[in-house]
């Protein structure tokens, strides 16, 4: 059993920072593309930023510039740095990995609880 935990959302202001963190724990083998997704109140869930094994990026274009994503692969890691923030990224962040656990030679997705990040104007 593999579990994601987030931390790091809250309520900043406009221009402000938050880094978000995503830990994964459990039966873990390898750790393929890891990414993080918001969804604000009645919209649908998007991609924010992704990246591969290999430290390959994508970018929303909406975040381009403002927002860096790391992994730390001996931790099992990932981070969002989110700089200039705007009140239109207020939403739950949810961070997503693709894991291939000990037991079983096959890929699977898991999900962290969300954070929430509230960027007040």
């Known amino acids: 059993q593999v579990q994601l935990v987030e931390s790091g959302g809250g309520l900043v202001q406009a221009g402000g920072s938050l880094r978000l963190s995503c830990a994964a724990s459990?039966?873990?083998?390898?750790?393929?593309?890891m990414g993080w997704y918001r969804q604000a109140p009645g919209k649908q869930r998007e991609l924010v930023v992704s990246i591969t094994s290999e430290g390959s990026t994508d970018y929303a274009d909406s975040v381009k510039g403002r927002f860096t994503i790391s992994r730390d692969n001996a931790k099992n890691t990932m981070y969002l740095q989110m700089n200039s923030l705007k009140p239109e990224d207020t939403a739950v962040y949810y961070c997503r990995m693709i894991v291939q656990t000990m037991n079983v030679p096959i890929r699977y997705q898991y999900w962290g609880q969300g954070t929430q990040v509230t960027v007040s104007s």
């Open positions: 459990g039966s873990i083998f390898s750790i393929k593309d």
